[in-house]
């Protein structure tokens, strides 16, 4: 299931299956000047992205749980990598060894879990200000 909002803010797209966590980022997100879409799992972000194909805004960037049901954030990190080169991916992981391997992946930017949400913000900020230009 994907939850949308809608408007011309800078949009991203949350995917974590904490439900706790995902609606407190995309709480701090949106209070930060930023419209956000949510996905629970992997599959859920594939859907999100490809209704967003070609007819919509694209999102400015991807936050990614690397832990994640029915797509893993992994699988779902090489799929962005090869079909959404471009799209900036913040990858967030309690897990230091699964931040590791998704380094190896080729992933730009990880922040480890729990967040400290003026970093994520901060990291937030730098990657998809610069993707909206």
Do not use: W
């Amino acid at each position: 299931m994907v939850a949308q909002n809608v408007d011309s803010r800078p949009r991203l797209l949350v995917v974590e299956d904490d439900h706790i966590l995902c609606e407190m980022l995309s709480v701090v997100l949106r209070a930060h000047g930023y419209a956000t879409e949510r996905a629970r799992d992997g599959a859920a972000a594939l859907q999100a992205l490809e209704l967003r194909r070609g007819n919509e805004p694209p999102f400015q960037l991807v936050l990614l749980d690397l832990r994640l049901p029915v797509l893993d954030g992994e699988k779902l990190l090489i799929y962005l990598q090869t079909h959404y080169a471009d799209l900036p991916v913040i990858v967030t992981s309690g897990d230091p060894a699964a931040l590791a391997a998704a380094r190896t992946l080729g992933a730009r930017v990880v922040i480890e879990k729990p967040l400290d949400f003026d970093a994520l913000l901060a990291l937030v900020d730098r990657h998809a200000r610069v993707s909206a230009r």
